[in-house]
């Protein structure tokens, strides 16, 4: 990958965009200055992407990846482990609008019924699924979900759920039910929930245990056998968090490293380049691996 370097212009840094909302979803609009590989990223709820320019390739770990091309989406259901690619062909930027649905939204009765009458019995449904053609009905409720999760939009949030779920009766037209992967027990998943949208605290040992309910040599023993340390966790948890920030929003990285724990930008960006294998600056189209 990583094969132009092109330095987005000011508009597109200023059409970044992330909100979040509880209970109905998130919205983001995401913008990269360059094609580069994300390998091992959590997606927490089911998500709805729609490619505006590049490529986008996403594998998963169980079962085929997809690739979508522009004007072409992506369905991924919640809870699992993927990998992403996002590529710039014609040597401009990388751009998407992804909409992540809360779990609480998977509940709906209506809905409930609905997908009962989609889905196969026995079959399951796929991680991620690509749609090759993304209906003007599907884009237009996408769009108008997306809105409704602003801020500034004004809209209650009873208003923002229902334009949420008129997107996923939208892909219910088209067979695919939204779920998550069945949820994991283990520690690690555990500890992830505790810290997300906490990433700033000082997590020790001793308070992740006590929040858990665990001893601290339980929780260190747990987490090793699940191939995983607690520091591990923090970083990735901080990282990935940084990452959606980088895409999503036109904070300084400066103010992205505090936001996610690190008083140090230099300190950050180390951090970040170890995990990702490129730096902070990179997602933006500013720096060119050596």
């Known amino acids: 990958m990583n094969e132009r370097i092109v330095t987005p212009p000011d508009a597109s840094a200023l059409a970044r965009e992330l909100n979040v909302r509880p209970g109905v979803g998130v919205a983001a609009h995401i913008l990269q200055g360059r094609g580069l590989e994300i390998l091992r990223v959590r997606v927490e709820y089911p998500t709805l992407i729609l490619v ?5 390739a ?11 091309f522009r004007g072409q989406g992506i369905v991924i259901a919640g809870n699992q482990t993927v990998d992403f690619t996002n590529s710039v062909p014609d040597g401009s930027h990388y751009e998407a609008r992804w909409l992540l649905f809360d779990p609480a939204l998977l509940d709906d009765a209506y809905y409930l019924a609905r997908a009962g009458q989609v889905e196969l019995p026995g079959r399951a449904s796929a991680a991620a699924r690509l749609l090759s053609h993304v209906p003007q009905g599907l884009a237009g409720a996408f769009e108008n979900a997306r ?3 602003a801020p500034a939009a004004g809209i209650p949030d009873a208003i923002a759920r229902q334009r949420a779920l008129e997107v996923m009766h939208w892909l219910l037209e088209d067979g695919i039910v939204l779920r998550s992967s069945p949820a994991n027990p283990s520690v690690s998943v555990k500890v992830r929930a505790l810290i997300a949208g906490r990433l700033e605290g000082a997590w020790t040992a001793d308070r992740v245990a006590s929040e858990l309910a665990l001893s601290e040599a339980t929780l260190l023993r747990r987490l090793a056998a699940e191939n995983t340390s607690l520091t591990e966790l923090l970083v990735d948890a901080r990282m990935s968090t940084a990452l959606t920030l980088l895409q999503a929003t ?6 992205i490293a505090l936001s996610v724990g690190y008083e140090s930008p230099s300190r950050f960006a180390v951090r970040f380049r170890q995990r990702f294998g490129f730096a902070p600056t990179a997602v933006r189209g500013h720096e060119r691996d050596h």
């Open 52 to 56: 505006d320019r590049g490529i986008k």
């Open 58 to 68: 996403v594998k998963v770990e169980r079962g085929s990846g997809v690739r979508a």
């Open 147 to 149: 809105q409704a999760l």
């Open 250 to 255: 036109a904070q300084p990285v400066s103010d």
